[in-house]
T-cell receptor, first 112, second 113 residues
């Protein structure tokens, strides 16, 4: 069945380090792909999205490219800040029925 | 984007009582509403999908008699946790949207004592 797999956390980085959080998916067809961020005690916020192969989503210095050939949507940021500490969720949207399938989440902790 | 609100944002109730959580779509006609729950340090798990004016469709393992969902209008969906127990303590989140535009409520933290 459809699923999303993220790299396990927690990920601990120093400020200004490079970030990669891997995400791969299995799906029928060509789903839209999303990254959401959840700060402690809060709901989900959309970070970025891509709706078709080779699309690059970007926001606040974060980027992810929809790679159909590797069924991946890895999240990257060139220089993380302490304020980026949060849990990041990769998700794909099934075209039929509108179900959003989430990965297990990756906790990021950025130290000054 | 559309604004989705949830009420209450947090609630504490005693074991055995029922709690109603409201999800309002303020500027979007929410034909479909999805309800999730999230346990600490875990991902969001879809509980049920409701369409306005119809009965909700529940995911496997979710008790429909325990988690009552009403979606009587395009702006309001409610989730009632009946006879709540401590294991129902969780973060409950609603979502609506159309196509690639998805809107989440801010969540309701339920604690059952």
């Amino acid at each position: 069945g459809d699923s999303v797999t993220q790299m396990e956390g927690p990920v601990t980085l120093s400020e200004e380090a490079f970030l990669t959080i891997n995400c791969t998916y299995t799906a029928t067809g060509y789903p839209s792909l999303f990254w959401y961020v959840q700060y402690p005690g809060e709901g989900l916020q959309l970070l970025l999205k891509a709706t078709k192969a080779d699309d690059k989503g970007s926001n606040k210095g974060f980027e992810a490219t929809y790679r159909k050939e590797t069924t991946s949507f890895h999240l990257e940021k060139g220089s993380v800040q302490v304020s980026d500490s949060a849990v990041y969720f990769c998700a794909h949207l099934k075209n039929q029925g509108g179900k959003l399938i989430f990965g297990q989440g990756t906790e990021l902790s950025v130290k000054p | 984007g559309a604004v989705v609100s949830q009420h209450p944002s947090w609630v504490i109730c005693k074991s055995g009582t029922s709690v109603k959580i409201e999800c309002r779509s303020l500027d979007f006609q929410a034909t479909t509403m999805f309800w999730y729950r999230q346990f600490p340090k875990q991902s969001l798990m879809l509980m049920a999908t409701s369409n306005e004016g119809s009965k909700a469709t529940y995911e496997q393992g979710v008790e429909k008699d325990k988690f009552l969902i009403n979606h009587a209008s395009l702006t309001l969906s409610t989730l009632t946790v009946t006879s709540a127990h401590p294991e129902d303590s969780s973060f409950y989140i609603c979502r609506t949207g159309e196509g690639n535009e998805q809107y989440f409520g801010p969540g309701t933290r339920l604690t059952v004592t």
